[in-house]
């Protein structure tokens, strides 16, 4: 795997999964329709706020999750912080298929290709209602809370 258009598959709780590293326009415009759909209209994070300069860089990586009637259910984002770190952005999860582990196995391909590229830290600004789930994964709390489009986060880090 890590190739473009490469795909992870995971079994989750009766529901199978395909987990991609995006390689289309297609599957770029499904991971910002997941996005929308968690951060804008669930979360209400202003429209536009959700999409920022990173998303149209070449080197910024994104990733899409389908469920088995290939609908996007989850999304993610890493792009390069600095020559070892990356940074983790925009993980989304819809609702109805939250909590059977979709969002650890998207995290756990985003590591991988993190360690493709060379990066030796990943961090992330977690929601602080999401700091648990980061904190499960091994990801460390760093600095005071700040707020970003309404919401109260926490800068977490881990060692690749």
């Known amino acids: 795997m890590g190739e473009k258009g490469e795909i992870a598959i995971m079994n989750l709780a009766q529901d199978t999964f395909v987990i991609k590293k995006v390689a289309r326009p297609e599957e770029k415009k499904d991971a ?19 999409l920022d300069q990173y998303d149209e860089q070449p080197e910024t990586i994104h990733f899409v999750a389908y469920n088995q009637k290939m609908k ?10 600095d020559t070892r770190t990356g940074k983790v952005e925009r993980v989304a999860v819809l609702s109805y298929v939250r909590e059977n582990g979709l ?58």
Do not use: C
Not at 32 to 50: D, M
Not at 126 to 154: C, N, S, V
């Open 32 to 50: 910002f329709h997941v996005r929308y759909r968690v951060f804008v209209e669930e979360q209400k994070v202003p429209e536009e706020l959700e």
């Open 103 to 160: 969002g650890s196995k998207i995290m756990n391909y985003l590591e991988q290709e993190a360690r493709k590229k060379g990066y030796r830290t990943l961090k992330l600004n977690a929601q602080l209602q999401a700091q648990k789930f980061y904190a499960r994964l091994g990801y460390e709390p760093y600095g005071k809370t700040f707020m970003d489009a309404g919401i109260e986060h926490i800068a977490m880090k881990k060692n690749l």
């Open 72 to 81: 996007p259910v989850g999304a993610a984002r890493l792009r390069e912080w």
